[in-house]
């Protein structure tokens, strides 16, 4: 027997079993918890805006014997090795991949801060408040602490957060998530392990509430297919190429689309040869120089990058602050890029790769933090698509971000709905 569900102005049909998922507690319930900021939340599941039209009788609960409901969380986290990328029921953030284990109290309305069993941690930009053990995502802890980055990912949604505990009917007991996974990784013969630790996730405190976890599902993203998904609906080309210069890694995809389905043909990472080996080689080369740029930090490299703009006259400048002087670093950060390539046999081969098939006139995209730098992303074009005319090459917008944002195309395939 077939109902009729009104949404949205639209009208579905559901069987009746979807009709008893249907329950009006039900509906009400995933109603609240996403707000307008909340896309993912709308669009999860057709049943998310439905209004039933012939359901089940409702059972009236006594209001005091009524238990804490749980707020649904879908979250879609990349935990890179330089910046954690998340989006929780549609809402984007990134944080860097940093974190310190510490015993005693956490900071208050810090983002990233919470306690798990007997330990306390920090996660992100606050971890300059605190003391205690570092851990970064670079040396190989982007997935090992997973179950943390996943928990520091969440407690930088205040918002969602607070929602969570005022919205308790019994306020002596922990407040409640259903927790919904979209876990973004390159390293997929770990899965099973990741799922072991990801469903572990249960009890933290943030800012002295007690949450209680339910992880209702992990699925796996493979990396790039944020961008790739977003480079079909956007170019629709039926093969296409993804070039993504991370923190750690740059890859190289290709991809495949019959306007239904999006396969990937083949993925070639060369791990050691992302923004940290390039920003490495500036360090050495400014080294080399006479400025008085020793004391110079890593840091301070990638926000010189981050400011590296072209000049009227079509030279770079890559400003940083050296000794009390503006200095223009432009000349080390090329010589680097030349050097980055040519000592590096499989980025070589990989750029090779790339160009001959910009020469056969298919389609090359950019994506990942490293393209957001303009010198880089300007020089690695340049070098790619030389003595080739017409090369079909380009950075895709937002190309820090892209990745991640771009899963909201997800959403729409599985959701069967615009967001
Ligand atoms: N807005 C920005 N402007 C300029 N550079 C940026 C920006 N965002 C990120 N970057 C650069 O990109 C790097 C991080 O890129 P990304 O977030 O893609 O790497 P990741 O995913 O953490 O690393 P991996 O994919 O190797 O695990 C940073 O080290 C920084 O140098
Ligand atoms: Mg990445």
Redesign the pocket.
Known sequence: MDITIATNGKSNTASVSDAILLEPSATKEKNSSSGSDTPLGDVSASVVDAEVVESKPKIKRSRSGANNKAKNFYLDI?A????V?CRLNGKYKSFP?EMKEMKGDVPLRNDGCFSCGKKSYVVGRAIDRVNGELIV?SQNK?LSHLNLWVLGAITHYRKQMKDCTSSRRRKSQPAKINLYLRVVTLSSPQRKELDKMLKQISNFTWEDTDFEVTVKSCEFIDEGEGAAVAITRLYGNEIFHLI?L????CSHSTYEWDGDELSTVAKTPVSGA??TSIINKIFKALTRTDRGAIQAENSDI?EA??LSRKKEDDSWEVPMRINGEMQNISSEVLGALSEWVGNNYALLKQFDYISQKLSRGESVYCS???F??KIIADWILKYLSADIPGAKIQVLDEP?HVNLTGLKWLDIVEGGQDV
């Open positions: 990349d890179g090795a330089k910046r990328k991949s995502g982007k993504d991370g923190g750690g890694t992302g923004m990638q990058l981050e990942g933090g490293g957001a730098v820090q």
